[in-house]
């Protein structure tokens, strides 16, 4: 079945510092794939997705790339703020509406 | 538009109770999933509606359960709750549900005392 595997947190970076959380997929034909946050005490917001192979989401300065030959969705920061700090999910729905999640990585940045 | 609006937000219960809880979507969108989210075992699928119909089911037992009312509205009950059920439970929206972003609710974090 369908599954997502991402980098396991917390992580924990300084103001300004690069962001990459990985995540990888295993699904059959051409998933959609998502990264979701969610701040203290609320539900998950959309940050990006991409639909199909070699797209990029971008997002609040976030971004992600649909690799398919390396079925990755990897989300990147240039220069993350204190206000990044949440739990960020990555995930996937195919056709049939079968969404899964990754397991969650929490990021805390210090100022 | 109004978000996905999720009642109650927080609720307590005791062992062998049972509880519902309700979820309105986004206007227009026909599929509601349930999730349940908890510390140790993260974001786990319950099922997803459309149409009034049960069309994904996750890995959880009988106790738990849903339904989709003809305004996409939908319910999910636990009956004879027990200790681990006490999770946030994130409903979410989607338009088509086919491979389009959902829309989720605050969640209503149940406690089970």
């Known amino acids: 079945g369908n599954s997502v595997t991402q980098m396991e947190g917390p992580v924990t970076l300084s103001e300004e510092a690069f962001l990459t959380i990985n995540c990888t997929y295993t699904?059959?034909?051409?998933?959609?794939l998502f990264w979701y946050v969610q701040y203290p005490g609320e539900g998950l917001q959309l940050l990006l997705k991409?639909?199909?192979?070699?797209d990029k989401g971008s997002n609040k300065g976030f971004e992600a790339t649909y690799r398919k030959e390396t079925t990755s969705f990897h989300l990147e920061k240039g220069s993350v703020q204190v206000s990044d700090s949440a739990v960020y999910f990555c995930?996937?729905?195919?056709?049939?509406?079968?969404?899964?999640f990754g397991a969650g990585t929490r990021l805390t940045v210090k100022p | 538009k109004a978000g996905v609006t999720q009642t109650p937000r927080y609720l307590i219960k005791t062992r062998g109770q049972q509880v519902t809880l309700s979820c309105s979507p986004i206007?227009?969108?026909?599929?509601v999933s349930w999730y349940q989210q908890t510390p140790g075992q993260g974001l786990q699928f319950l099922f997803e509606y459309f149409s009034e119909t049960q069309r994904n089911k996750g890995n959880f037992p009988g106790r738990f359960s849903g339904r989709q009312f003809s305004n996409s509205r939908s319910e999910m009950n636990v009956s004879t709750l027990e200790l681990g059920d006490s999770a946030l439970y994130l409903c979410a929206s989607s338009f088509e549900g086919k491979s389009t972003e959902a829309f989720f609710g605050q969640g209503t974090r149940l406690t089970v005392v």
């Open positions: 995930a996937l729905s195919d056709r049939n509406n079968d969404m899964r």
């Open positions: 206007s227009g969108h026909r599929s």
């Open positions: 991409a639909t199909k192979a070699d």
């Open positions: 699904a059959t034909g051409y998933p959609s």
